[in-house]
């Protein structure tokens, strides 16, 4: 806020000064500005701090003191230009970038609209369907782009040009040389009344479709909107108070959450503090090049890791080796790489089918089937091959590393890069650690998660680890459900509606059945007391149903792999509850959506709140951070702790308690949710993310 005075303060005086003559505002090392704290939104929702009066930075500062001033600003921007920093440029009457400035309102992610003019300014200076399609996917562009765009008015070739290049400019406004533009008096770029209308209506539209949940996006649109329509100055005032109001909003806290708790995860006790440096990898080997190996090899040459891919036999190599390519060929097809950079990334992957040339790598991920026995014989003979330093990683999803580093005598040395399928893709990566575990290998698999661009998450070891292991009662409660009456389809509809990716019956689809029996059966081996067991897939299963790959599952599948209910699923419902023994109960068969939701849910919190207390998890952020990137919880409900904070640990002990007297141990609440729910604590409250520096 201080800044935010002084901007006000010195632009004030300089107008006074009779000795100055035009204004250059730019940012210093390399950067213009990364915009507002994020972290006062946090001290402004909880009143630590006073938010500043509504219109104070947009009327008061940057109209009435920089657009409306009698002497010429010009904007001088390298590196980010991004949220309020870009709405200080856009209220210059000019603005100057090197080619690699990065300008754009990335606001939205946060929950809040452009509140410092944003919204008025870009559609006037780069026209309203680019402005709407800048401010709602919350993409930034270039100097180039933006010069193209009418965003910026000069792009100069070197960061040594800007200031000189932005004073001649601004110098030449004042010389009436070059023109005197008040951004929010431009009106070229904005489109008739009439044909700006259907521009919004359309962006409302596929608005809802994309994010029905949310209502930040449309008020962006109606603030732009009022704008158009009343003029800037009544745009400001409507931007001035939705910013206020939306800055209180649920959807705010829990995106703000999401943000610091990312930039948290790499904070790691007993790990991250003992000094240690990255060790420097060269060569990655990868074991498997199925689905989960090939796309984990797609990420590591694409950040430049040279990578051996072993197979057993030359078809499944090349087989794999066809993956990566066709991986990379789908971005050339999208336009994210060219034919150049397509052939210098593939040459960094090599083949082989022994272990011939293992003897300088520095990393090997394991990555075939989940088969306890080979990936004991697997690590056995990687320590004969590899060199002392090599890591040994394992790419499982459920098993217990102790149980696969059993015949390994460097257990040091072993440690888990758990990706989330397309590995290539999912932003997760989740470092799974035991007892053993040296602090040197999780440092340096910490620093190859950043490399690949992934946000890391370490755990320790455990059947399933944080995510798997939390969400094993999502699918399994969504089944009690159907054996006891609920549709199917209104679950997923339910689900789906709360703001996940895809319900757990089609989730199941997707991944196959085979899978979900594998997993499943690792819940029942090591928590049998909480595993609701259900006959019904396994009956599908029998009846080669196995999911979208057998185009028959809960759904049924046409050529294009559209999802539609099939009716025949309920003969397959009645067989399993006859062979259980279950009966409909009539109570669940008129469930509201939000009653569904709070079932399938509630026991993952409960299984969260053991992996909290049991130490698995080093704080709930990690644990929100895991849900919203490993199986896709929406993040404007800030992960699932937050989620369950936001309803309270004695309304949530209150569901359970009252649905494991109905339908037994499965919803029976954990002791750390019992103890949180009896102090009315937050169940998140045993450990706080440090907090991290941003701007926007």
């Given at each position: ?53 509504p ?89 180039e ?16 040009e800007?200031i000189?290049?932005a ?7 004042l ?14 770029k ?27 996006p449309?008020?962006c ?73 090939s ?30 390519k066709?991986?990379?060929q ?22 082989a ?10 990393i090997?991920?394991?990555?075939v ?17 590899c ?10 999803s ?6 696969i ?55 320790g ?9 939390i ?43 085979g899978?979900?029996?594998a ?12 595993t ?59 469930l ?45 409900r ?5 989620w ?5 640990s ?47």
């Open positions: 806020m201080s800044m935010l005075y002084s901007l006000k303060d010195n632009c004030e005086q300089a107008l006074r000064r009779d000795d100055i003559k035009a204004i250059v505002i730019t940012g210093e090392r390399g950067k213009f500005s990364g915009g507002f704290d994020i972290s006062a939104f946090g001290k402004i929702q909880d009143k630590s701090i006073e938010a500043p009066r219109g104070f930075v947009s009327l008061e500062i940057l109209s009435d003191v920089v657009a409306a001033a009698k002497k010429p600003f010009v904007a001088a921007v390298d590196g980010l230009a991004l949220g309020g920093g870009l709405e200080v440029a856009m209220a210059c009457h000019a603005r100057v970038s090197t080619p690699y400035a990065q300008l754009g309102l990335p606001e939205l992610q946060l929950g809040i609209i452009p509140g410092f003019g944003g919204t008025q300014a870009l559609p006037r200076l780069v026209g309203i369907t680019k402005a709407l399609e800048m401010m709602l996917t919350s993409k930034p562009v270039k100097g782009e933006a010069l193209s765009l009418g965003l910026v008015d000069a792009v100069v070739a070197s960061p040594s800007l000189s290049t004073r001649r400019w601004a110098l030449d406004i010389d009436s040389k070059r023109p005197w533009i008040i951004s929010y008096h431009k009106t070229e904005l489109e008739p009344l009439g044909e700006a209308r259907e521009i919004l209506k359309f962006a409302r539209v596929q608005t809802r479709k994309r994010a029905p949940n949310l209502k930040h449309l008020v649109i109606d603030v732009v909107e009022e704008g158009i329509v009343s003029g800037s100055r009544a745009g400001l005032w409507k931007e001035a108070e939705a910013f206020q109001a939306l800055l209180q909003s649920d959807t705010c806290k829990s995106l703000v959450h999401i943000f610091f708790a990312q930039r948290s995860t790499t904070k790691v006790p007993g790990v991250t503090d003992l000094g240690l440096k990255p060790r420097s990898i060269k060569k990655v080997a990868i074991l498997g090049g199925g689905l989960m190996g796309g984990i090899a797609t990420a590591l040459i694409l950040s430049g890791y040279p990578v051996i891919l072993k197979e057993v036999s030359d078809k499944f190599l090349q087989s794999g080796i066809g993956r990566v066709a991986n990379l789908s971005r050339v097809k999208k336009g994210q790489m060219n034919q150049e950079k397509f052939e210098k990334t593939i040459s960094l992957l090599k083949g089918l022994d272990y011939g040339s293992f003897g300088d790598v520095d090997v991920i394991e990555a089937i989940e088969d306890i026995n080979l990936k004991q014989n697997i690590f056995s003979d990687l320590e004969k091959f060199p002392p330093h090599c890591i040994l990683a394992t790419n499982t459920t098993i217990d590393l102790n149980l580093g059993e015949k390994t005598k460097s257990q040091d040395r072993i440690i888990g890069a758990h990706f989330f399928s397309p590995a290539h893709v999912m932003p997760l990566l989740e470092i799974v650690r035991t007892q053993k575990t040296s602090p040197q290998a999780i440092i340096d698999l910490l620093d190859i998660g950043k490399k690949i661009k992934k946000t890391p998450v370490v755990v070891n455990c059947t399933g680890f944080a995510v798997n292991r969400f094993f009662p999502y699918t399994q409660a969504a089944l009690l459900l159907v054996d006891r009456g609920t549709d199917v389809y209104h679950i997923d509809r339910a689900v789906t509606n709360f703001g996940m990716p895809m319900g757990p019956f089609r989730l199941c689809d997707l991944v196959g059945f899978v979900a029996i997993t499943g059966g690792q819940y029942i081996l090591n928590f049998p007391e909480r609701y067991k259900s006959m019904l897939i396994p009956l599908l299963q029998e009846d080669k149903r196995s999911g979208e790959a057998t185009k028959r599952g809960f759904y049924i599948y046409d050529e294009k792999r559209k999802a539609s209910p099939d009716p025949e699923i309920k003969k397959y419902i009645q067989k399993a509850r006859e062979i259980s023994g279950v009966a409909v109960d009539p109570k669940l068969t008129k509201s959506d939000k009653e569904i939701v709070e079932i399938v849910f509630f026991p993952v919190v409960n299984e969260a709140c053991r992996v909290l207390s049991e130490g698995i998890a080093i704080k709930a952020a990690d644990l929100d951070i895991a849900s919203v990137m490993g199986m896709g919880f929406p993040p404007y800030g992960g699932v702790m937050f369950a904070d936001s309803l309270g004695k309304y949530i002990y209150s569901k359970l308690d009252e649905l494991s007297k109905s339908y037994g141990d499965f919803f029976k609440p954990c002791s750390y949710l019992a103890q949180q729910a009896a102090k009315g604590a937050p169940l998140s409250s045993s450990v706080a993310p440090a907090p991290a520096k941003a701007r926007l």
